[in-house]
């Protein structure tokens, strides 16, 4: 007699477990549950089984091979697409040619099969259905039948209220061949749902029989624990690997459990596991082949899978840990979490009760986790990097977490406080602010929506009205998946790095209070933002020389919101505009293909030098950050347009001061040394060259992307501002932009990345500050080395693990020399460092 197993199913429920492999193959104290399904029927006498494949069916096929191991048979039949449970059974019709059991390859069983088939053939049935009693039968599928055994009724997952007996449909039948004609081929067909209604329609022979032994369904993480635990003291007939020692505690060949480890309870631990010293296994604990429990560990409750980590101290609860995944020293892993294969929980994190991490993600350490993580890559202990806060949208930027991220902000300030929330023109903008509003409503915050506009326009908004704070969405200009949430004060500036941890605190601790409905808040909608905005730029500049020039400029706006604004403050200025990419198209972020921004800015050069423009110009989509075109239609890079603001603005105003972070170019220093200026350095980070221009009351700021900052008009990035500032300068110096260009000292600016662990980064700073102690050194950010004609700065990257290695001067073989040696020092320095902690 033949068996055919069914193994095709996906486990999507029991997600991350099956997102790598077939639900089948889910090891069940050490052995996959399809195992333990051939054994069961080799012990019934069945050696010839055919097994139906089709989600990641391969890797049941190369596990398996032809069952000579086992000491049986196997031969598969594959589904190009679903078929359903009888459609698969159909495409294996040619490999039977009897009376054949059916049974499914997940769930786990003891069931009596020879009984099964002792009453088929006792009855001549035609298909006969293996029944199990069941507490709670509203996940399965009830069966209702007569005293003899004769199906009367299906009920396919019914209500309490349709629950007219206990006995559920296991996926075992025994069946005729004949019962294969009901089936239609190369169609999708469901024994449950089709082939035995059909046959109950026709009065065929169908009969059921409530079989002797345990059966569990394997479709949730808690039916899996479960499985686990009865297997262990003894609830279903399986074969365990390993020597039994004592009532339910097998141990494997191989295993190493050290003398001051204590285990109590059921407990398995495969070949060469290991349990280091004063580790408590506190059963039922399956602890599989070659995992590792470090010293000091707590495992409760939990199944580890085969070459998992689990550092020091770590502390799980019915958690299932899954291939290969690392967990480091002192994590907490609470109730019904799942951590994927390959995953890493960094130290000191929290993963919290019935999140599931799905494979391959890195959590950063002291992270706690709220909520499941399925497509981001990392889990981050911050909320802000050195961009700011970022996300791909819907996957880290969630609806849910957004709402809780305007909750946490609103309950940083007093219960009624006004704050402000804007956006930028893109779909997935306009779903976190929503979100954010609710949340911020919540913690009863007064919101004020300005709806669309420019940050610049946020921040100069928020300065002068009575809000104590905003919030800017922006999409991100280089990937639309990902957005930007920009948190400003109450002077529109960035948050600094002790705002941010303020706000990063509440919202990790979830420390936010929650009013009660009568105090939550209206919105308001305010008027006259723009025009207030265009009023404060026109007086801030004196354009009567720009007008009487009436100047030519190509402004490529990139769809962004700089369109609502900008033209206005053109035609004031009375200066020829030619509009590229303005207003809002709807296919500009709806398109699956990404926009290419170099492309269009070339694009944007071209024209500018074909219309015969004084000025080109490209405007993020946010209104921050501007690119510059000369009259020859040249494109300036991020480095020449530091130099050439900072050299028209000394020019037209000397002696006054410029920022800019320690990054920026070499040939920098020597335009304000030219112009008699003052050059301050700031961090490499959004907040600290705005809030170092405001309190030095600089002439101008620059970030190095294309951002600029003018204090006396708005301590904010200001693309629309800049391009007017620019114009005035260039008319008042009497020159255009090219030849301006060629005034720039000439220089060269290289970098180079250095990858290095987290753990270690500190320790290699160190060492790199005291290598060159002696040199004339400048640690504003980084450590950064000056010579007689440049300088070579190395700088820890505040998001990776890794180093960035910046030489700039005027001499490019020295430059070049200066990064080869720098880069080669400091990846010896990692080398070193991590060595020692590797070993």
Aim: charged share 25%.
């Amino acid at each position: 007699m033949k068996a055919v197993v069914m193994a095709g199913g996906e486990g999507s429920r029991l997600r991350p477990l099956t997102s790598r492999r077939p639900k089948p193959l889910v090891p069940v104290v050490g052995r996959p549950c399809l195992e333990h399904v051939l054994r069961l029927l080799r012990r019934h006498g069945i050696t010839e089984v055919v097994i139906t494949l089709q989600y990641l069916g391969a890797s049941i096929r190369n596990y398996f091979g032809d069952g000579s191991e086992l000491g049986m048979h196997l031969e598969y039949a594959v589904e190009d697409r679903p078929l359903g449970t009888a459609g698969s059974v159909k495409n294996a019709a040619q490999l039977l040619d009897g009376t054949f059991l059916v049974i499914s390859g997940d769930a786990l069983t003891d069931i009596d099969l020879s009984q099964a088939l002792a009453f088929h053939r006792e009855r001549k049935s035609r298909a006969t259905i293996v029944l199990s009693k069941v507490g709670n039968p509203l996940e399965y599928g009830v069966v209702v039948t007569g005293a003899d055994g004769r199906i009367e009724r299906f009920l396919e997952k019914p209500s309490w209220g349709e629950v007219f007996s206990d006995q559920v449909n296991t996926g075992i039948y025994v069946i005729e061949p004949e019962v294969l004609d009901y089936i239609p081929a190369d169609q999708s067909c469901d024994w449950s749902q089709d082939v035995f209604p059909e046959m109950l329609r026709r009065q065929d022979s169908l009969w059921a029989v409530v079989g002797r032994g345990y059966w569990c369904d394997i479709g949730s993480i808690q039916s899996y624990l479960q499985a686990n635990w009865d297997a262990l003291e003894g609830r279903v007939q399986c074969e365990i690997a390993g020597r039994r020692v004592g009532d339910s505690q097998w141990v494997s060949e191989g295993a190493e459990v050290a003398a001051s480890a204590h285990i109590e309870g059921p407990v398995f631990i495969g070949r060469d596991a290991v349990v280091g010293a004063e580790a408590f296994l506190n059963g039922p604990v399956v602890l599989d082949r070659f995992a590792v429990v470090s010293g000091g560990a707590k495992i409760s409750s939990s199944v580890i899978w085969p070459q998992a980590y689990l550092g020091e101290r770590s502390r799980l609860r019915q958690a299932v840990v899954c291939s290969a995944a690392t967990i480091k020293p002192d994590v907490l892993l609470d109730d019904g979490s799942v951590i994927g294969d390959d995953c890493t929980i960094g130290s000191g994190s929290v993963v919290e009760q019935g999140v599931r991490i799905w494979p391959g993600k890195d959590i950063e350490p002291g992270s706690t986790v709220h909520e499941s993580v399925i497509w981001a890559g990392t889990w981050r202990s911050a909320l802000f990097g050195s961009a700011g806060l970022t996300g791909l949208i819907n996957v880290q930027l969630t609806p849910e977490w957004c709402a809780r991220l305007g909750a946490a902000w609103a309950a940083t300030h007093p219960r009624g406080a006004e704050l402000a929330i804007c956006r930028d023109r893109s779909p997935g903008s306009r779903m976190i602010k929503r979100a954010m509003i609710s949340g911020m409503l919540s913690a009863g915050a007064a919101v004020v929506d300005l709806s669309e506009l420019p940050v610049p326009v946020t921040c100069h908004y928020t300065r002068d009205s009575a809000v104590v704070g905003s919030v800017h969405i922006v999409a991100s200009p280089l990937d639309p998946r990902s957005a930007d949430i920009e948190v400003l004060d109450e002077q529109g500036m960035a948050l600094d790095r002790r705002q941010e941890r303020k706000l990063e605190n509440t919202f990790f601790r979830e420390d936010f209070r929650r009013v009660v409905p009568r105090e939550i808040s209206g919105i308001a909608y305010p008027e006259g933002v723009h025009s207030s905005y265009v009023r404060a730029v026109l007086g801030g500049l004196d354009l009567d020389r720009v007008r009487a020039a009436h100047p030519r400029v190509l402004i490529d706006f990139g769809f962004g919101s700089a369109s609502m604004v900008l033209p206005q403050l053109l035609h004031e200025a009375q200066i020829q505009t030619i509009s590229l990419r303005s207003g809002f198209e709807e296919e500009a972020f709806a398109s699956p293909v990404p926009r290419d921004p170099d492309e269009e800015l070339q694009q944007a050069a071209s024209i500018t030098k074909t219309v015969s423009a004084a000025v080109g110009a490209r405007i993020d989509p946010a209104g921050q950050r501007l690119y510059l075109i000369d009259d020859e239609g040249q494109v300036f890079d991020h480095q020449d347009a530091i130099c050439l603001l900072a050299m028209m603005s000394l020019r037209a105003h000397p002696g006054s001061t410029v920022v800019a972070p320690v990054s920026a170019p070499w040939m920098l220093e020597r335009v304000v040394a030219q112009t008699e200026g003052r050059l301050l350095p700031a961090k490499a980070d959004i907040a600290s060259v705005i809030r170092l221009a405001a309190r030095s009351g600089a002439a101008l700021g620059a970030d190095g992307t294309g951002g600029f900052v003018w204090p006396a008009h708005l301590a904010a990035y200001d693309a629309m501002f800049t391009l007017l500032a620019a114009l005035q300068l260039m008319v008042e110096l009497g020159e255009g932009l090219s030849q301006l260009r060629r005034q720039l000292p000439v220089g060269f600016h290289l970098q180079r990345e250095v990858a290095c662990p987290w753990d270690v980064k500190g320790e290699v700073m160190r060492l790199m500050v005291e290598a060159h102690r002696q040199d004339r050194v400048d640690l504003t950010d980084g450590l950064k080395v000056r010579r007689d004609d440049g300088f070579t700065l190395v700088l820890p990257d505040a998001d990776a693990p890794r180093y960035k290695v910046i030489s700039s001067g005027a001499d490019p073989v020295a430059a070049e020399r200066s990064l080869e040696d720098f880069t080669a020092e400091l990846r010896a320095t990692v080398q070193g460092s991590v060595g020692p902690a590797a070993s």
